[in-house]
């Protein structure tokens, strides 16, 4: 995890130019879309990063918390959205989302997933915050065997297997899981030019009933 947190911090004032490289704008759309979101209620954004989702539930006049374990990143954020007053931002991981039990509507996690160690604590995490009634969405890489992903940009999970992405989110307690492509790939060039990524992207849904 912390060669995951160094190699953000590094990258955080680039990142907005480089993620467009990865992923279209495309994949938050969905993201929204799968879970209905409705203006005034809090959503979390955790792995938020420079703020890729937290602009869209912002513009939709959400309530937002955006947590990243990167200060470099959260600082980027905070600067980029200092005129909305309804964003907190909060330094802190997965395993342990410093965020009060049944207190949002919506977490979203994009491209968060793969970065984790455990990412069956942290589905257990964010159901925890949800609310009764909240929604969780996940967007993140079906399996893959791009191994330069995990030694040049530290992913720990070279993408996942469906099925076990729905184990997860029911074993964590959600209901209604429905998982479904988002209809774009997350694309990455290997530092020595000898290997391309071009890897399917799901959007992985769940209630807290």
Known sequence: MNQS??????????WDNMRTDFFLDEVRL?????ANIEEGKIAADVGAGTGFITEGLI???LKVIAIDQ???MLNLLKD???????LKCVQGIGENIPINDNSV???FANMFLHHVENPVIVLKEMYRILKSGGKLVITDLDEHNYEFLKTEQFDVWMGF???KILEWFKDAGLENVTINCVGSNCCADSKCGCD?????IFVAYGEKI
Request: aromatic content about 18%.
């Open 105 to 107: 509507d919506y977490v």
């Open 59 to 61: 513009k939709n006049n």
């Open 80 to 86: 980029k959205f200092s005129y909305y007053k309804d």
């Open 30 to 34: 969905v993201a929204y879309n799968t």
């Open 161 to 163: 297997d469906r099925n």
């Open 5 to 14: 947190k160094d190699y953000f911090d590094k990258v955080a004032s680039n």
């Open 196 to 200: 391309k990524a071009s890897i399917s």
């Open 70 to 72: 990167s200060e470099e």
